[in-house]
DNA sequence: GATAGGATATGAGCATTGCTCATATTCTGA
DNA sequence: TCAGAATATGAGCAATGCTCATATCCTATC
C-alpha cells in the first residue's frame, strides 16, 4: 500500500514550481481585490474570483486551501506594505527628534491606505471577521510597538502592556477612521491627533518612570 | 390588483404583538449567543441557532430579515450594557477628579465584556465584518466620548476629531485585547495603561490650548 | 361559548456558494 | 522524443441562507 502524498496543512496547498503558475496566483490574488473593490464583502465568493481571475475554481483551489487563506494572503500583503512604508520612514530620519519620527510612523501608516479604499475596508473587515486578526495585524502592531518605543534620549522604554496600549490604540483610531469611513481620514488635523496621541502617552509613561 | 402588504425595510421584520412573540424572540436571541459561544463565529449558522432556540427556521425568519439581523441584534444588545455600565459609573461620582472618572469608565467598558467571552468575541468579530460597525459601535464610542470630553474643571472641550480619537483609541485598544485574547486584559496593569491614555492625551489637548 | 380573522409557527425545498476529485493539458529534464 | 511531474479544468456534491404555502394559536366581538 502506497501512502498519500501528504499536504502540508497551510494556507497555500501547492507551492508554485513554474513560472506559469506564480502568474496564476498573482491573477487570483489580483482578481480577489478586484472582486472585494467592486462588491465588498459581500460579493466576495470564490467563483467570482476565479472567473475575474479568468481561471477555473478548481485551479483557485489548488493554491488555496479555503476562502480564509484567500482573506489571509490579502490581508499579509497589506501588512507586508504597511510595515515596508513605516520601515522606510523610520530609516530616513534616525537621528531626528521623537516627534519627528512619531508623525513618520503615523504619516506611513494612514498613506498605506491610499486607493482601492473599499478593497482595503472589505479586506480588514474581512481579516477581522476571522482569528486571523491576532497573526495578521499584530506583526504590524509589534513592528510599530518596537519601533516607537526604542530607548531613544530620556525617553523610557516600554513594558509588554504598554507597547499593547500604543500600537493597538494607534493601529484601532486609524482602522476605525478606514472602517466608519470618517471625511477626515486624511486630513493634517487627524494626523495631529494621532501624533499628540501617542507622544502625549509615551510622555506621560517617562515621566512616571522619574 | 391589491398591492402586496409592504413590509418595512428593517432588521425586525414583523413586530411582536402577542406575549409568545416576544419570548420567540428572546429565545432566538439566547439561542444565537448559546451557538456562538459554543462553535464562534464558524458554527454560526441560522438552522443552528433555530434548532437551539427550539423553534422553526421559518419563525426566526420571521423576526430577521438575515443572519446579519441577528448579529445586529446582538450587537446593540452589548453596545447596550456597555452604555448602561458606562452611564452608571458617571452617575456615581460626579464630581470627583477626572482621574477617578476616566478610571470608572475604563473599568465600566472591560468589566461589560465578563462571562461568554467566546461568544463576545465572536459577536465583536461578526459585527465588525459588517457594515454594521459605523452604526453599532459608534455610539457607544460617542457616548465616551461626550462624557469623558465634558469641559470639566480645567479640562478642554474637545474637538470633533479629539472626540473621535480619544474613544476610538480606547474602543480599540480594548477590543483588541479582546480578540487577541491577552492575558492581561482584566489586569490592573492594563487598566492603569487605559487611564494614562486617555488622561495623558485629554492633558495633552488641555496644555495646548493654554 | 362560538367564531372570524389576525398573529404566530412550521418545515420542505430552492438557490447559492464553498469546495472536491477525476480527468485533461502543459511543461521539463534526460 | 517522451515519461512523468506540474498545472489546469469544471461538473457536481454538501452545506447554508432563506422563502412561501400551509397549519396552528390567540383574541376580540357577539
Redesign the interface.
Known amino acids: 500500500m502506497i501512502a498519500k502524498s501528504r499536504q502540508p496543512v497551510e494556507t497555500k496547498r501547492r507551492i508554485p514550481r513554474q513560472a506559469r503558475a506564480e502568474e496564476t496566483v498573482s491573477a487570483i490574488l489580483e482578481g480577489a481585490a478586484q472582486v472585494l473593490e467592486a462588491g465588498?464583502?459581500a460579493g466576495f465568493t470564490t467563483n467570482a474570483v476565479a472567473e475575474r481571475a479568468g481561471v477555473s475554481i478548481g485551479t483557485l483551489y489548488q493554491y488555496f486551501s479555503d476562502k480564509g487563506a484567500l482573506l489571509h494572503a490579502l490581508g499579509e500583503r497589506e501588512m507586508q506594505l504597511t510595515i515596508t512604508s513605516v520601515a522606510k520612514a523610520l530609516r530616513n530620519d534616525d537621528e531626528a527628534p521623537i516627534e519627528e519620527r512619531v508623525r513618520a510612523v503615523v504619516r506611513a501608516i494612514v498613506n498605506a491606505f491610499h486607493g482601492r479604499l473599499r478593497a482595503r475596508k472589505a479586506v480588514v473587515?474581512?481579516v477581522?471577521?476571522?482569528?486571523l486578526?491576532?497573526e495578521s495585524v499584530?506583526p504590524v502592531?509589534a513592528f510599530i510597538a518596537a519601533a516607537g518605543a526604542t530607548a531613544h534620549r530620556g525617553i523610557a522604554r516600554l513594558?509588554p502592556?504598554?507597547q499593547?496600549?500604543?500600537s493597538?490604540?494607534?493601529?484601532?483610531?486609524i482602522?476605525?477612521?478606514l472602517?466608519?469611513?470618517?471625511s477626515?481620514f486624511k486630513?493634517r488635523?487627524?494626523e495631529d491627533?494621532?501624533v499628540?496621541?501617542v507622544?502625549?502617552?509615551i510622555?506621560?509613561?517617562s515621566a512616571?518612570r522619574a
Not at 493597538?168 to 483610531?173: E, K, Q, Y
Not at 472602517?179 to 470618517?182: D, I, N, R, V
Open positions: 465588498g464583502v473587515q474581512a477581522l471577521a476571522q482569528g486578526a491576532i499584530a502592531a513594558t502592556e504598554q499593547f496600549v500604543v493597538r490604540a494607534l493601529m484601532g483610531t482602522r476605525a477612521a472602517l466608519e469611513e470618517a477626515f486630513s488635523a487627524f491627533e494621532l499628540r496621541l507622544l502625549s502617552y510622555g506621560a509613561v512616571a
